[in-house]
Nanobody
């Protein structure tokens, strides 16, 4: 099974930047897609960005042009660079993985809090 640990969250002013990291361990060779999701109070968890094992990326419309997902295979790590942050970006951000043969993201980290406030 894959273990995921997120880090990098914090408090930032609107317009600021943060970079989140997600380190994977365990059965990492089973991973097809890694992604970032977020959940704000009173809202459902939603997709932020994904990246496949061959580098294909997908972004939610709300973050296109501001967020960038990337990966470092040597470190088994996925990053989310968040620029031009808005208060609406405030949420707990979760790293998730979709293994080969899975129809959904089935493994999750514990999350890291991002708060955008002046």
């Amino acid at each position: 099974q894959v273990r995921l640990v997120e880090s990098g969250g914090g408090l930032v002013q609107p317009g600021g930047s943060l970079r989140l990291s997600c380190v994977a361990s365990g059965s990492i060779r089973t991973i097809y897609v890694m992604g970032w999701f977020r959940q704000a109070p009173g809202k459902q968890r939603g997709l932020v960005a994904t990246i496949t094992n061959d580098g294909n990326r997908n972004y939610a419309d709300s973050v296109k042009g501001r967020f960038t997902i990337s990966r470092d295979n040597a470190k088994n790590t996925v990053y989310l660079q968040m620029n031009s942050l808005k208060p609406e970006d405030s949420a707990v951000y979760y790293c998730g993985v979709k293994n080969y043969g899975w129809g959904e993201f089935g493994s999750w980290g514990q999350g890291t809090q991002v708060t955008v406030s002046s």
